[in-house]
């Protein structure tokens, strides 16, 4: 949307609209809108930077929400900076936590970030991006340099993020350096003379600094976008390998493709509009036939060969929607399925689904059953109280969860 703060022209109207596409907060706008304008009037591209720690090994389908937005704004010509950051992931980012994080291994650090580029690159364009590591300039700072930086920034500012003042009124211990991340972070914006730093609503506050260190280096500071925290295919925690709800983008093909057909009509418009690269106007047109009467599925379909196309490749899109329909609409039990024996018989069929990893708890195992989502060797169960006895069993748990289960005599 264009901003009521100044008056746009329509070419930088049309690229605030991108920009905007999908964020959360854009800080400040009247400042971008200078910076765009600027930048087409000069020709001079404007730096855009993304910091990532390399704290895991694999990128999953959240983390493409800010790397999409990044592919947006390179499309639009301006110069992207896809900032490793080897030396502040050795410190921990503190950001909505509540414990110190452990710090990483410089062995552990380097391992992770050999991955995180080439998994990155299916979505930015590599010809067009600009690799760096923070270490390249927070090394050299030394502790003479880092008194200097801390010297910038006061104690008062710094306890204005939220995580850190619950944990001081809760009493729970905040090292002095995690007050460095935000300011090394910060510092990196300093470095790189961004004009634009994109993360997470959780690093709000991280970004901030970066303006403020900016400004305290004399320079123009730098403004702001935050993107939304993606939800996971539970729709209702943030998307996180930790809480088993995540897409990996170098997942197989079948695999991402039935992950994505498992979640709700509901959460796939959050989906379409922070993951797809169709345009608003498609996404609105999908939207008008599903609510004349389309089916749903035929929405998610698409968004699913979408995002197997863009990781892998669309035939493998093709052919994970055929590997689908012949599994879960069709009925057929997938290949490969897991084997294990659960224990001896009999055996309730609450405590087989839980032990067999189908269900999470007890609670979980009988809201299936109540909902009519269990079935044993095809069979739909509906007793709660039903003992198995000693056999191998084809169980399945909603339309994606399959294990056949062992229990011995």
């Not at 499309?75 to 710090?103: E, K, M, Y």
């Not at 010297?151 to 350096?177: N, W």
Request: aromatic letters at 6%; glycine letters at 8%; a neutral charge.
């Amino acid at each position: 949307m264009s901003s009521p703060l100044a008056p746009v022209d329509s070419q930088t109207d049309a690229d605030l609209r991108v920009v905007q596409r999908g964020c959360d907060e854009l800080l400040v706008v009247s400042e971008f809108i200078t910076k765009l304008t600027r930048s087409r009037q000069t020709g001079t591209p404007l730096r855009i930077k993304l910091g990532l720690d390399p704290t895991a090994p694999d990128i999953h389908l959240g983390h493409t929400v800010v790397l999409n937005k990044m592919r947006q704004l390179q499309d639009l010509g301006h110069t992207v900076i896809f900032l490793i950051g080897d030396f502040t992931a050795l410190i921990g980012d503190p950001s909505g936590r509540n414990a110190t994080r452990p710090p990483l291994t410089p062995e552990q650090i380097q391992e992770n970030a050999k991955t995180y580029y080439a998994q990155a690159s299916l979505v930015l364009d590599p010809a067009r991006t600009e690799i760096r590591y923070n270490s390249e300039w927070c090394d050299p700072l030394g502790t003479r340099g880092l008194i200097k930086l801390a010297s910038r920034y006061t104690v008062a500012r710094m306890m204005e993020r939220d995580d850190f003042t619950k944990r001081f009124k809760g009493g729970i211990p905040i090292s002095v350096h995690e007050f460095l991340y935000p300011l090394l972070q910060g510092y990196d914006s300093v470095a790189l003379r961004a004009d634009l730093e994109l993360g997470g609503t959780d690093q709000k506050f991280n970004l901030l600094v970066g303006r403020e260190l900016q400004k305290e280096y004399g320079m123009e500071p730098q403004c702001v976008l935050t993107m939304p925290l993606l939800e996971g295919t539970d729709g209702v925690e943030k998307m996180s390998k930790s809480k088993g709800n995540y897409i990996g983008i170098s997942e197989t093909p079948d695999s991402m493709f039935g992950k994505l057909m498992s979640i709700s009509d509901t959460l796939m418009w959050r989906y379409y509009e922070l993951l797809s690269f169709q345009t608003l106007d498609q996404i609105r047109s999908l939207q008008a036939e599903i609510d004349a009467g389309r089916n749903p599925r035929d929405a998610k379909v698409l968004l699913a060969q979408e995002l197997v196309g863009r990781f892998h490749s669309r035939q493998a899109g093709e052919l994970a929607l055929a590997h689908f329909n012949a599994q879960f609409r069709d009925g057929e039990i997938p290949e490969n399925i897991p084997e294990l024996t659960v224990g001896a018989a009999p055996m309730g069929i609450l405590k087989v689904l839980r032990e067999a990893g189908l269900c999470a708890s007890g609670a979980e195992a009988q809201r299936n059953i109540e909902q009519g989502g269990v079935r044993v060797d095809g069979e739909r169960i509906a007793d709660k109280a039903l003992q198995l006895p000693a056999g191998t069993y084809v169980m399945r748990v909603g339309k994606r969860k399959f294990a056949r289960v062992t229990l011995t005599p």
